[in-house]
């Protein structure tokens, strides 16, 4: 059969009749052996012989709940790093030359901080179409590759990091000296 080729009965590949299917994916509120709390969980359930097989590394995939942990953890990390950075360069300044600065950040910041506001905003508004069942493709009569809201904040996220660590780059190099390069920083 399958044209000379013998196939080994243990294979990876092959499943068993009547076990279970690739778990691929879980619900926010699905609990599945525990994979909600797990760092880990395994991909495939093999239970042949009432052992376990050992599981490649493709088949062992990250919780989504811990990488969503994570990338809120990385976010903290670095909102925090920028403003240590931003109040100790600040802090730094005299008291006269302070206010006239935070005026001049103000001044270069504001717009960029505005933009990245109106593209959240924008998600926002797409995900109360979606939600409330409003064609809004058609009756704004866009093409078939229209950005859903989850692109729009992907585009919103970035937006949020580049910003305030442009800012806070201006704040650290104009307190330090800095003052040509400072100013490249909101260009």
Same mark, same amino acid.
């Given at each position: 059969?399958?044209?000379?080729?013998?196939?080994?009965?243990?294979?990876?590949?092959?499943?068993?009749?009547?076990?279970?299917?690739?778990?691929?994916?879980?619900?926010?509120?699905?609990?599945?052996?525990?994979?909600?709390?797990?760092?880990?969980?395994?991909?495939?359930?093999?239970?042949?012989?009432?052992?376990? %097989?050992? *599981?490649?590394?493709?088949?062992?995939?990250? #919780?989504?709940?811990?990488?969503?942990?994570? =990338?809120?953890? @990385? &976010? +903290?990390?670095? %909102?925090? *790093?920028?403003?240590?950075?931003?109040?100790? #360069?600040?802090?730094?300044?005299?008291?006269? =030359?302070?206010? @006239? &600065? +935070?005026?001049? %950040?103000?001044?270069?910041?504001?717009?960029?901080?505005?933009?990245?506001?109106?593209?959240?905003?924008?998600?926002?508004? @797409?995900?109360?179409?979606?939600?409330?069942?409003?064609?809004?493709?058609?009756?704004?009569?866009?093409?078939?590759?229209?950005?859903?809201?989850?692109?729009?904040?992907?585009?919103?996220?970035?937006?949020?990091?580049?910003?305030?660590?442009?800012?806070?780059?201006?704040?650290?190099?104009?307190?330090?000296?800095?003052?040509?390069?400072?100013?490249?920083?909101?260009?």
């Amino acid at each position: 059969m399958f044209g000379g080729l013998a196939v080994p009965a243990n294979s990876p590949h092959l499943r068993k009749s009547g076990s279970r299917a690739v778990v691929s994916d879980l619900d926010e509120h699905e609990v599945e052996n525990g994979a909600e709390e797990g760092f880990l969980y395994s991909g495939e359930v093999n239970d042949s012989k009432g052992g376990v %097989a050992p *599981i490649s590394a493709s088949g062992i995939m990250p #919780s989504p709940i811990f990488l969503w942990r994570f =990338k809120v953890f @990385l &976010f +903290l990390v670095w %909102a925090f *790093i920028c403003c240590k950075i931003g109040w100790d #360069s600040v802090m730094r300044m005299s008291a006269d =030359k302070r206010d @006239l &600065f +935070l005026y001049e %950040a103000f001044l270069y910041f504001n717009p960029l901080l505005l933009a990245a506001l109106m593209v959240w905003l924008w998600g926002i508004n @797409l995900w109360f179409f979606a939600q409330a069942g409003v064609n809004y493709a058609r009756i704004f009569d866009l093409d078939q590759n229209y950005l859903t809201h989850r692109e729009i904040w992907k585009c919103a996220t970035w937006m949020t990091i580049i910003v305030p660590t442009s800012m806070t780059a201006y704040i650290y190099l104009y307190s330090h000296g800095e003052v040509s390069y400072a100013a490249s920083q909101p260009v």
